[in-house]
């Protein structure tokens, strides 16, 4: 579950939905579209965490 809190886990995410378009009826593209919209800004908002700096 950690990794749900890392953008690049959404960012493959919006991928794997594109790819999805290969598999869905045309009419359900629209829906794919906007969940990869949602995966890439939540890619964009989540702040990345690295080390703790001391």
Same mark, same amino acid.
Not at 2 to 12: C, D, H, I, Q, V
């Given at each position: 579950?950690?990794? *749900?809190?890392?953008?690049? =886990?959404? @960012?493959? !995410?919006? /991928? *794997? !939905?594109?790819? @999805?378009?290969?598999? $869905?009826?045309?009419?359900?593209?629209?829906?794919?579209?906007?969940? =990869? /919209?949602?995966? %890439?800004? *939540? @890619? %964009? $908002?989540?702040?990345?965490?690295?080390?703790?700096?001391?």
């Amino acid at each position: 579950m950690n990794r *749900l809190k890392e953008p690049s =886990t959404w @960012a493959g !995410f919006a /991928a *794997l !939905f594109q790819l @999805a378009k290969l598999i $869905v009826p045309t009419q359900y593209h629209i829906v794919v579209d906007g969940a =990869t /919209a949602m995966a %890439g800004a *939540l @890619a %964009g $908002v989540i702040a990345e965490k690295g080390p703790v700096a001391k």
